[in-house]
């Protein structure tokens, strides 16, 4: 019997970003490069680690709008263009190199780095859901949903339908696509207010996760801090994320991925190559861009990108190791102390964004794989489990009322709504006001039908919280506010449509080609909320 339990989860979210009106749209690469970057070799790293039979245990989100794109056959076949790309650049890396050994080693890294891709994506025929989903059916992965748009709730309070309606068509689409109930829910931005846990309940759902200080300032104080969960009063349980293996991971100062010997972000061949070479795989308007071919490290924390030396992979392979080891190192520490002061097993629960690993840290999918075989062979102090799999190990809890929370800047939801992005805010409360009016309509045809269904999407993707986030970083903050503006324009036409009897048929039959997520939506899941909530079931 291992003295505890350690739980890690990664979050796999990518905003709806589809644009079949244009021949090319930058933040569509969005999804290109996590598929290249992080989502394909997270899948080889599970794989790899079936094939040598170690029976690993993690849970993974993975959001409504990542999985309608990585099943859309449309964003498919531009993969597939931007791939090849990548596989002819790297080509011709090679032989433009000739005068440079390092370069080319480089060079050739990628071009074998890109043919594994291309051999998983063509092995699971394009369909990355389907891979991932094997490997829930095999017991190793648990995973979980998200808000329908990834939209922040605490901000629709005023609005119980909205909120609903995120959760319920969330949980309805993850059953279209896996084929099994969602058992657990990763809250978008981990934000909680006093009374989801009701929609959640009534969604079927057992478990969601918040940040730790959610758990920490809970009614009353959980006894066990953030080590064990806490059961809410409707019978769904919080888990709370763990600071210090979080800081460990994440911190700017003191994280790993800061490491000296590993890739450079910012250093990229689109921004380095001779222009006329490098033109055919930029941006059409000329505009240079990133490939995701780097050749450099980091080198120091203070070392400008004209003083970064050239990158070497074995050693930053070797580098993921050890610090895959010292997290095991700390774990165990941080574990037996635990143990040692509390009456049963902690629990340490390491969430992470998903892209994280092989995007922004390019030797994050390593440092899994070696996370995961030393938890395996090298220690006996944890055992590795899945939060779903944990509550049926230990299904007794303090029950606990936790604190409005979520894991952005200052913990509460001041990132999400402050000087850069309160404006949406009352457009998006008038357009939910109107969806609630327009659920009590029965449609007098197909033709409003559909207009009514489309109105759902717009509102749903107008609520993403991705557009705040981006206003607030202030990085590609005009394609934020053109989303948000165009969602809730289509939206505010659809809705004047319909009041009015005169539905625009060609134009709806565009908006259904271009906002395609969700195609099952009903929208009566707005319908007014008469009676008072019921509060679920007890635990």
Known sequence: MVPGYLAL????????????????????????????????????????????????????????????????????????????????????????NSDNGHIQYLAQHYINRFARVRQTWEKYNRDLVNAFKRLQDRGNLEIITSAATHGYLPLMKMYPEAVRAQINIACDHYEENFGCKPRGIWLPECAYYDGLERFMADAGLRYFLMDGHGLLYASPRPRYGTYSPIYTETGVA????????????????????????????????????????????????????????????????????????????????????????????????????????????????????????????????????????????????????????????????????????????KGFHEYWINETNAWIYPHLHQATERMIELSSWDAKDEWEKRALNQAARELLLAQSSDWAFIMRTGTMVPYAVKRTRSHLRRFNKLYEDITLGKIDKSWLEKLEKIDNIFPNINYKTYSPIQEPMKLGRKP
């Open 9 to 96: 989860v990664l979050h796999a979210h990518l905003p709806f970003v589809r644009h079949p009106e244009s021949d090319y749209v930058l933040e569509e690469e969005w999804l290109f490069e996590a598929i290249t970057e992080t989502y394909v070799p997270l899948l080889q790293t599970f794989e790899g680690l079936k094939q040598d039979g170690i029976d690993f245990k993690l849970t993974m989100s993975m959001t409504p709008p990542l999985v309608s794109m990585l099943r859309d056959s449309f964003l498919q076949e531009r993969y597939d263009h931007h791939l090849a790309k990548l596989e002819e650049l790297a080509g011709k890396e090679i032989q433009n």
């Open 238 to 409: 919080a888990f709370g994320r763990d600071h210090e293996s979080s800081q460990q991971v994440w911190s700017s100062q003191v994280g790993y991925p800061g490491d000296p010997v590993y890739r450079e972000f910012y250093k990229d061949l689109g921004w380095e190559a001779e222009y006329e070479y490098i033109k055919p795989y930029i941006l059409p308007n000329g505009q240079r861009k990133n490939t995701g071919i780097k050749y450099h490290k980091i080198t120091s924390r203070s070392a400008g990108l004209g003083e970064k030396k050239l990158y070497d992979p074995y050693w930053a392979r070797e580098k993921a190791a050890e610090h895959a080891g010292n997290f095991v190192f700390n774990r165990e520490r941080q574990i037996e102390h635990l143990a040692g002061i509390m009456q049963r097993k902690p629990l340490v629960v390491s969430p992470y964004d998903a892209e994280l690993f092989g995007h922004w840290w390019y030797e994050g999918p390593w440092f899994i794989d070696y996370l995961i075989r030393k938890s395996w062979y090298d220690q006996t102090t944890y055992e590795m489990v899945t939060l779903g799999g944990y509550l049926k190990k230990e299904p007794v809890q303090q029950v606990c009322k936790p604190s409005q929370s979520s894991w952005g800047y």
